[in-house]
């Protein structure tokens, strides 16, 4: 999309509809809803045990499925949505992101009556406990320190970002108790300590009271933002409108002025070429509206809709801790499969209070998202003005929008690494940023033979626009006094929902997979229910101190968005744990020490695939590859050498394990709807 740089340098004033009723009410709600849960989550149910390590990290596996479906939702559906996956619809991926939920709602299926079956049968308290029934203690210790190191360090950081980012971009030159909340660091500690003293006290079931009011809030929150943006796209000026249309888009602004609010989305959204050129590679823009994507695409190829993106969904709503936790909280099979159902119908909704909204953002605010980047660009721009001695990508949509510079930074890494790289001074942005791109390669090539004090180190990328503020510049500039409170108050909590319910799997793994093993090893006796839960709260303060350093740091475009930065350093680890865990659910002949080998092929080879060997390679299709790979060493390995007995799991007689058979019927009402909504939007 090539877009006027005089337009686009010219932003909207910054508008903050916050007042003091608004402010009281966030408070009161945010305030009172926790402690609500906590109440819950501390009060004695008669036939359930809620005392000792079942009841702080399982809930006293009492949870029912109205609390499960919510729980998984709130859960799943934070600021890392809100922002990540808004923000890839407002840049170009557009309603292709949608297959993230989507396709979720089927494999949520498949987790109701395949996964939960087998973990709940084990009467476990966490995913990689699992591991060692069917794999060994090794293959164990190895999954849980190879989640704890993903899950503290992605996720966890991101949701705190995403949330953080929120906060500073709505309330941009403002501050409450000396405290300035635009910035973006200070907003990551706000969040983090409020998650943290909310999960020490709580444990999941406070979290799971919460996430009900949470989850209902939030879908009726993004209904609400998506409601009053298309209300504002049909009062919005046509002539600038236009200027915000996909490449292939015929429409004109008489077409615009006399079009209906949702006409005009589909004028401005849908390329009406957009199919066949992405199905033969030839515009990355065809158009927001089409499912698929072109094959060399960087993030969802086509290709990826057939085995890479199951991979992750997976992985994250069948073998992700912070997730499966509820499940394994449930009264009982039935109740969680209910639960899992109901979640797979919600996330049906979740793309048009999501994604939509963050087409919207791009149609209504393209100003904005321009002032976002120019001010994360000035402190870049800044450092390349002192002279250093480093070299700096930037994306087409920089060179678009500010021509002038763009020129003077390939000027300056020609400069700064001696390549004979140049651009004409009227070369287009496209080939600016293939100059600059032959340059950056040549940069890598040339410090791969060079010691590591003379490399040439690359600066933060330079953006057109600031994709990830999309969804909190809508709340900005769309939310009204009396309203304001509600929205927020919800995004918030769910913010603050998604990090406790993340704190708590962490440090339920921490307690459980780590220190229970190694201090029944030191001491020859299981370590006491209070040892257990003082454990887990220690954890839950090391891991959000932690997580909170990392936050700030995610906002570099380096990685590529935050959702993008989620989905592709959970790979490490999403494949090849998806991988041993199909083996040990159906193949009971896999040798034991394959679970930890079939983990570690996967990290190795997708390290290298990044780094080395395929770098350019869409990181779904990296998985596919892994996955394959990893797949293909357990099939040769079981044929060749076989255990001689099959393994025998346990079996609990804590729960009920008799399947839903109503569970099952919604579940196929839900896979058919999902597929009539690929063949609307394909």
């Keep these: 999309m090539h877009l006027p740089a005089i337009l686009l340098a010219q932003t909207s004033p910054v508008t903050v509809v916050m007042g003091p009723l608004d402010m009281t009410l966030f408070f009161v709600a945010v305030i009172g809803v926790i402690a609500f849960g906590i109440w819950q989550g501390n009060k004695e149910t008669k036939g359930v045990d809620h005392g000792g390590a079942a009841g702080y990290f399982l809930a006293g596996r009492g949870l029912t499925w109205w609390l499960v479906g919510f729980s998984l939702i709130a859960a799943n559906i934070s600021t890392e ?36 079956p ?91 009271w919460t996430d009900l009011i949470w989850g209902t809030s ?105 997730i499966v936790q509820r499940t394994l909280g449930s009264k009982s099979l039935a109740e969680g499969q209910k639960g899992i159902v109901f979640a797979a119908g919600l996330k049906l909704i979740i793309p048009f209070v999501v994604v939509i909204p963050g087409i919207l953002a791009f149609n209504l605010y393209s100003k904005d998202l321009r002032r976002e980047a120019v001010r994360k660009n000035a402190v870049t721009l800044e450092e390349m003005g002192r002279a250093t001695d480093k070299v700096y990508p930037f994306t087409e949509n920089f060179a678009e929008t500010d021509p002038a510079k763009a020129r003077e930074v390939l000027a300056h890494n020609v400069a700064v690494s001696k390549q004979a790289v140049t651009a004409g001074p009227d070369a287009t942005p496209g080939v600016m940023v293939e ?71 962490a440090s339920t793994i921490a307690t459980m997979d780590i220190v229970a093993k190694v201090g029944r090893k030191m001491t020859h006796t299981e370590l006491s229910q209070n040892q257990l839960i003082i454990s887990g709260r220690v954890f839950v303060v090391l891991f959000v101190l932690i997580a909170c350093l990392i936050a700030p740091g995610l906002g570099d475009p380096k990685f590529g968005g935050i959702f993008t930065f989620i989905q592709e350093f959970q790979g490490f680890i999403s494949a090849g744990i998806l991988s041993v ?96 909504l690929y063949v609307v939007f394909w």
């Design 581 to 676: 865990y199909l083996f040990g659910f159906l193949v009971p002949r896999t040798p034991r020490y394959m679970g930890w080998v079939g983990i570690m092929i996967n990290v190795v080879l997708y390290g290298a695939l990044k780094w080395y060997l395929l770098p350019e390679m869409a990181f779904l299709n990296r998985m596919a590859v892994c996955f394959g790979v990893v797949m293909a060493t357990l099939a040769i390995v079981t044929l060749v050498k076989p255990l001689r007995q099959p393994v025998v799991m346990p079996t609990t007689d804590l729960i009920a394990l008799e399947s839903s058979k109503g569970a099952k019927i919604w579940g196929m009402v839900i896979v058919l709807i999902t597929l009539l």
């Design 118 to 208: 087998k973990l709940l049968r084990c009467g476990i308290y966490t995913i990689p406990e699992f591991l060692e029934y069917r794999y060994g203690v090794f293959s164990r210790t190895v999954m849980a320190i190879a989640t704890l190191v993903i899950l503290v360090g992605v996720p966890t950081a991101s949701v705190i970002y995403s949330g953080a980012k929120v906060v500073s971009v709505f309330f941009a030159g403002h501050a409450v108790l000396g405290l300035d909340l635009g910035n973006l660091t200070t907003g990551c500690w706000i969040i983090g300590i409020s998650a943290a003293v909310y999960v020490f006290v709580g444990g999941l079931k406070a979290c799971a």
């Design 81 to 116: 949505q809100f922002v990540g996956m808004s923000g890839k619809a407002a840049d170009w991926l557009g309603m292709a992101i949608a297959s993230y939920e989507w396709m979720a709602a089927i494999t949520l299926v498949v987790v109701a009556f395949v996964f939960l």
């Design 218 to 322: 939030l879908i009726l929150g993004g209904a609400m933002v998506m409601w009053l943006a298309f209300a504002a796209l049909r009062a919005a000026d046509p002539a600038e409108l236009i200027q915000t249309k996909v490449a292939n888009s015929q429409a004109t602004v008489e077409d615009l002025q006399s079009a209906s609010a949702w006409e005009r989305f589909k004028l401005l959204n849908d390329g009406r070429d957009g199919e066949a050129a992405a199905l033969n590679g030839e515009n990355l823009s065809g158009g927001k509206l089409h499912m698929v994507r072109p094959k060399e695409d960087p993030e969802i190829p086509w290709t990826a809709l057939i085995i890479g993106l199951w991979i992750p969904n997976f992985f994250y709503w069948g073998l992700n801790q912070y």
């Design 435 to 505: 100059a600059n791109t032959k340059l950056l390669d040549a940069v890598v090539a040339a410090n791969s033979h060079l010691p590591a004090a003379e490399q040439i180190a690359a600066g933060t990328k330079l953006i057109g626009y600031d994709y990830d503020s999309a969804f909190p510049t809508l709340l900005r500039n769309l939310l009204k006094p009396g309203i304001t409170w509600f929205v927020l108050a919800a995004i918030f909590g769910a913010v603050v929902s998604s990090l406790a319910s993340m704190l708590n799997s």
